[in-house]
Nanobody
Framework: EVQLVESGGGLVQPGGSLRLSCAASGFAFSDYAMSWVRQAPGKGLEWVSTISRRGGTTDYADSVKGRFTISRDNAKNTLYLQMNNLRTEDTSVYYC???????????????????WGQGTQVTVSS
């Protein structure tokens, strides 16, 4: 079965850290660029970060630049998002998406991705 499964979300205090994982199965993970997209309560989808299929190129939204780090382990078919210095405004459901090819440019629409995960909740609160 082709799927992406996110994990690692939870409740964290402001200033804290979390690492999200996105486990891929059923497809050639290393052939796909990968992104993280989030949706805050009552708001639309927001693109967060993208990594190229080999991991050599990354891009970040201004809102997370310097605090979040995207990475991937193609041997483990897993995508990561290390989130540091979390803020209350980072509270969202975080989704991972896979797009066939070497790159995908700042897309937040699920339909533009070939494969989309079910999401993991991140809540930043004191």
């Amino acid at each position: 079965e082709v799927q992406l499964v996110e994990s690692g979300g939870g409740l964290v205090q402001p200033g804290g850290s979390l690492r999200l994982s996105c486990a891929a199965s059923g497809f050639a993970f290393s052939d796909y660029a990968m992104s993280w997209v989030r949706q805050a309560p009552g708001k639309g989808l927001e693109w967060v970060s993208t990594i190229s299929r080999r991991g050599g190129t990354t891009d970040y939204a201004d809102s997370v630049k310097g605090r979040f780090t995207i990475s991937r382990d193609n041997a483990k078919n897993t995508l990561y998002l290390q989130m540091n210095n979390l803020r209350t405004e980072d509270t969202s459901v975080y989704y991972c998406g896979a797009k066939y090819g070497s790159w995908v440019s700042r897309i937040s629409t699920p339909g533009e991705y070939d494969i989309w995960g079910q999401g993991t909740q991140v809540t930043v609160s004191s």
